[in-house]
């Protein structure tokens, strides 16, 4: 390892020398608050990453998979206590309980301190505290912020090297006076000197919390996902969420893609437009960021799959990064048939938490393919075979892989200062009224749009079944502010954009900020079968709204906003039948008027803090679906 290993009594590492004093400061007092054996300062090099991987196969943390199958690959298996983000134990600190809004658990700010500091108190004992600075977005990139995450677990420093630009750049950006969030981390499992560790070391107590005024993280207990890896979650969207909202930008939980039609019949090579996309969980998010189109001549390439980061670029309009460097998908279900990139990126180079081991050192879950393994070591380490009663991988088995390895990544996907954003998608999941696309009339109304996203909840499990289980732009767990502010900014920046575009007279598109559309893949017969066949289809949908960018795609005017005409898309080779595609696009207005009036009384819960703007869009939507009813 490269990374210098210091005793907290040794003078200044090298790393040291260039962080600035009060990160230095800081990390003195993480170090007196944890006690861990010893300090490492964090470059980002192959090397150290490497002795971070040997350090945890030799404390069975990893287990190499076979280098011929899937190389410079490794699984972890978890505590089977800690398999997943735990929101009952997420917390927004904020002074007045109000700020957090009724989306967020709130805790008082001072007592959770309190809580904390006894937590965290000697907890890296004979462990030692990894600093790991880390960017969000390319280094030195205008939308571009940093961090520096402490922590006591090599995994996590291995999945924040993936997850983000990591160690060295970073800290010399930090050196240099750039503003940077404090993470503080601990999987809460302090070693005493005659004590075995466990390969995967947590605690049943778990705290993941953010004090968005003061942009701080502190996380206890967990070492999985989005509980730990504290760039992701609490960092790009949560602390995001308060940043952008003091500075005039918006963190979203949104994918983002770059779509190329195919050329003219002059030859003119078709123009390539940004989309950023937001899905509540379980839509297909990474799917739809690796699309392989079905229509000829049409290409996809990916940006990024989960958080994009959109703001004013110079000239006014609106530009995204994905803040983030690799991906942290969702395994299970994931196969050749439904994201054959994915599968693709995942060939080597990827860490597999919780997914099964095949007795040839490869890794399996299910939906991977029809026919499971005959023999599998399942995601507890236990022998399994097709009759076992359960799953061989956890259903939130997680791969980890850095961007850069996906077959589709497009080159901007790392450009210093973004991309221009051009359109914004909403997707809901729902099987009832919700036509397959609609426009938004324009910004206001499209973000109404987004805040209304909702699932209908499909197991039992989840509620009654048909209930709508509201998740505003998709950020239900994940605003750092009040949901209602957050609205508000997205008014704002929509507003701005909109002005700055006028004022130097943008052309090339009929709009100066994005176009905002609504989406639902999910929409079902009389039968219960899906309408649309979704997936690598879905192209169509994005080339009608392309085409509404570039003026050359009709629409009809609708209450929901604009349809696409008749004719538009080509649903017949999608395999839709005229009547399944009357049902896919048919709006019925009564319908749509009592969801109407369900969302006004869902604005009722955010008081008086809910934008007049959003609440004028919401009136004139039910007036002119009641007009038309
Ligand atoms: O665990 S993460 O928060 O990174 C992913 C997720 O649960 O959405
Ligand atoms: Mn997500």
Not at 426 to 431: H, K, N, P, S, V
Request: charged fraction near 20%; hydrophobic fraction near 45%.
């Amino acid at each position: 390892m490269t990374a210098t290993s210091v005793s907290r009594t040794t003078s200044a590492t090298p790393s040291q020398t260039t962080a600035p004093a009060d990160l230095a400061r800081w990390v003195d007092e993480m170090a007196s608050l944890t006690s861990p054996d010893s300090i490492v300062w964090c470059d980002g090099s192959d090397e150290e990453r490497q002795g971070l991987i040997d350090l945890m196969i030799d404390a069975g943390t990893l287990v190499k998979l076979n280098p011929e199958k899937r190389p410079r690959s490794y699984l972890a298996r978890s505590n089977p206590s800690d398999v997943a983000r735990v929101e009952s134990r997420t917390f927004i600190c904020t002074d007045d309980e109000d700020d957090a809004g009724p989306t967020n658990n709130w805790a008082d700010p001072a007592s959770m301190r309190e809580t904390l500091t006894g937590l965290f108190t000697g907890a890296m004992k004979g462990r030692t505290m990894y600093v790991v600075p880390f960017a969000m977005g390319p280094v030195g990139g205008a939308l571009t912020r940093y961090g520096v995450q402490v922590t006591d677990s090599p995994y996590v420093v291995v999945s924040m090297g993936v997850m983000t630009r990591m160690g060295a750049a970073p800290l010399a950006q930090i050196a240099a006076g750039a503003a940077w969030v404090p993470a503080a981390h601990t999987v809460g499992a302090p070693l005493n000197p005659d004590d075995a560790d466990v390969p995967w070391p947590c605690n049943e107590t778990k705290y993941i919390v953010q004090f968005p005024a003061t942009r701080e993280i502190w996380s206890y207990g967990s070492a999985y996902g989005g509980n730990a890896i504290l760039a992701k979650k609490a960092f790009a969207l949560r602390i995001a969420t308060a940043l952008g909202h003091d500075e005039g930008w918006l963190a979203a939980h949104m994918l983002l893609l770059k779509v190329t039609p195919p050329a003219d019949e002059s030859g003119t090579p078709g123009v390539a437009r940004h989309v950023a996309a937001a899905f509540p969980s379980a839509c297909g998010k990474t799917n739809f960021a690796m699309m392989r189109p079905a229509v000829d001549g049409w290409k996809v390439e990916t940006l990024g799959d989960d958080i994009a980061w959109i703001g004013p670029g110079e000239d006014g309009r609106l530009r995204a990064i994905n803040p983030e460097a690799g991906f942290f998908g969702v395994a299970p279900g994931t196969s050749v048939d439904t994201n054959p990139v994915a599968m693709e990126t995942l060939v080597s180079d990827t860490i597999f938490t919780n997914v099964a081991l095949t007795d040839d050192g490869d890794v399996w879950w299910e939906g991977m393919t029809k026919e499971p393994p005959a023999h599998l070591i399942d995601w507890r380490g236990n022998d399994w075979t097709p009759e076992s009663e359960t799953p061989a991988a956890h259903p939130n088995a997680r791969f980890t892989v850095a961007a850069h390895h996906c077959p589709t990544i497009a080159e901007d996907w790392d450009a210093p200062d973004g991309v221009v954003l051009d359109a914004i998608v909403f997707g809901g999941r729902r099987a009832t009224q919700i036509p397959l696309v609609a426009q938004a009339f324009d910004w206001r109304h499209g973000v109404l749009m987004g805040a209304s996203l909702a699932s209908e909840q499909t197991a039992a499990a989840e509620g009654p079944v048909g209930k709508l289980r509201r998740d505003p732009l998709a950020m239900l767990p994940f605003c750092g502010i009040h949901m209602a502010d957050h609205w508000a900014d997205w008014l704002r920046v929509g507003a701005q954009a909109e002005a700055a575009g006028a004022v130097a007279g943008v052309h090339g598109t009929p709009h100066h900020a994005p176009a905002i559309f609504h989406v639902n893949w999910f929409r079902k017969g009389p039968d219960g079968t899906f309408l649309w066949p979704g997936f690598g289809e879905n192209i169509r949908v994005l080339a009608w709204a392309l085409g509404r960018l570039s003026g050359t795609a009709d629409a009809e005017r609708t209450p929901f906003g604009w349809l696409p005409g008749e004719g538009e898309i080509d649903y017949a080779a999608a395999g839709v039948t005229d009547a399944q595609w009357r049902r896919l696009m048919a709006i019925d207005p009564e319908a749509l008027a009592e969801e109407s009036e369900d969302m006004a009384r869902y604005l009722e819960g955010f008081g008086d803090r809910v934008p007049a703007e959003l609440a004028a869009a919401l009136a004139q939507r039910l007036r002119s679906l009641r007009s038309a009813v």
